[in-house]
């Protein structure tokens, strides 16, 4: 039980990562946020929702045909519960750290490509009580559109790597755990839309 109670904070701090989010830019910088719920699939506690926030303030306000956009920056933000910073607490963490690798489907015209985006979970404290945020970061690479018309960047799936660890730096007993994690259906996904001439 303990155990899975870790689990839940794993998954919260995805979303902090979580998670990483498609971006690009050749022209002037373009800002946008999403609230998006994940469902993380822990094996001792089953599918786990883990709500969470992506933003960018430097995506394309458009691109051309062919010309490699610039890469961007993410970020992603998630709230661990209480219930999760108390079995840290139990498990001797005093802080955590990971990645999360996440797909991007850029849609333009009738094609569709997913890129990768991977965000850095910084060694964060874990308090004594009471919830706390973790704050991921990331970039989005450059992309290359084939047709004129839109490009509409769309939030997918994740993956994260999450690490416990003791006062000294070591990994607790349960070392790095890897979940995968799947955009819950019936929500808005689209993270940004943009001109391509």
Known sequence: MKTGLFARAAACVLVAGALSVATAGTSSAATAELNITYSC??????????????????????????????????TVKSTVSESATTTLGWLGAKSVDGTMTSNVPVTNGSATQTLTSV???????????????VTATGTFPAMTLANAGTATITLGNAELKLTPRYANG?????????????????????????PVA
């Open 41 to 74: 699939n822990f094996a001792l506690i089953g599918a786990q929702d883990m709500p969470t926030t992506v933003s960018s303030s430097d995506l394309p306000d458009s691109a051309a045909v062919g010309v490699p956009t610039a890469a961007s920056n993410t």
């Open 170 to 194: 070591d990994p607790t007993w349960l070392g790095t755990i890897t979940v995968p994690c799947t955009v819950k259906a019936g929500q808005n996904t689209t993270f940004h839309t943009f």
């Open 119 to 133: 965000s850095t979970i910084p060694n964060t404290p874990v308090p004594a009580s009471g919830t706390f945020e």
